[in-house]
């Protein structure tokens, strides 16, 4: 008869314990505002550069409470535009060359991390897909709550190595006699963007 008050006793614990335990709250996932969000590029070559735009597809930033902790995006790479309105450069840009637009539809970004480093500044680790071709990818961010409840998470000078994704068109490390022709083979992102619950 002890024995099984024990056994009950120990039950009893264990699920009034459970009650008081907090549950897991999932982070809560705000949409990015495609109209407010943008990104641009900048790529240079040994006689000059080019920089121009391109447009988010898709994406969400999840947070946990006022923490930023994941988030993806999806990039429509039809949209990549020259600002100097050059349509031969675009042509070029969703060619195979380069982006393999025909094929390769969207390109992706997935945060697998995110730590703090002061006051608004985070350093976000993710997983960038371009033609394909996954790689992680590293850069400090801000991240500013708005006014009106919604979240700016911002970038400058996003490096990015294209030679990682298979784009060695004029790259003077895949092609050393390429001379004055040579296009560098890291580009700049910088990235705005919005989201809203």
């Known amino acids: 008869m002890k024995l099984k008050i024990t056994s009950f006793a120990l039950i009893l614990l264990a699920v009034v314990s459970s009650a008081f335990v ?31 735009t391109i447009n988010l597809q898709s994406g969400e930033l999840l947070v946990d409470g006022k923490k930023l902790t994941g988030g993806k995006f999806v990039i429509n790479m039809a949209t990549i535009k020259d600002a100097d309105k050059s349509a031969r450069l675009e ?3 969703k060619a195979d060359d380069f982006f393999g637009v025909e094929k390769f539809a969207t390109s992706s970004f997935v945060i697998k991390k995110v730590t703090a480093a002061g006051a608004n500044k985070v350093n976000i680790t993710g997983d960038l897909t371009i033609k394909g071709i996954t790689n992680p990818i590293s850069f400090p961010a801000s991240v500013v ?14 490096i990015v190595d294209r030679t990682k994704f298979g784009i060695k068109y004029r790259s003077k490390g ?3 006699d390429i001379g004055d022709k ?15 619950k």
């Open 145 to 158: 709550w708005n006014a009106d409840g919604s979240l700016t998470a911002a970038a400058d000078k996003v």
């Open 182 to 196: 040579m296009i560098y083979d890291e580009f700049e992102l910088n990235i705005k963007i919005v989201a809203t």
């Open 22 to 52: 907090a549950p897991a709250l999932k982070p809560v996932s705000y949409k990015v505002d495609l109209e407010k969000s943008s990104l641009t590029w900048e790529a240079k070559k040994l006689t000059g550069g080019h920089n121009g």
């Open 91 to 93: 042509s070029h840009l």
């Open 174 to 176: 895949m092609f050393p």
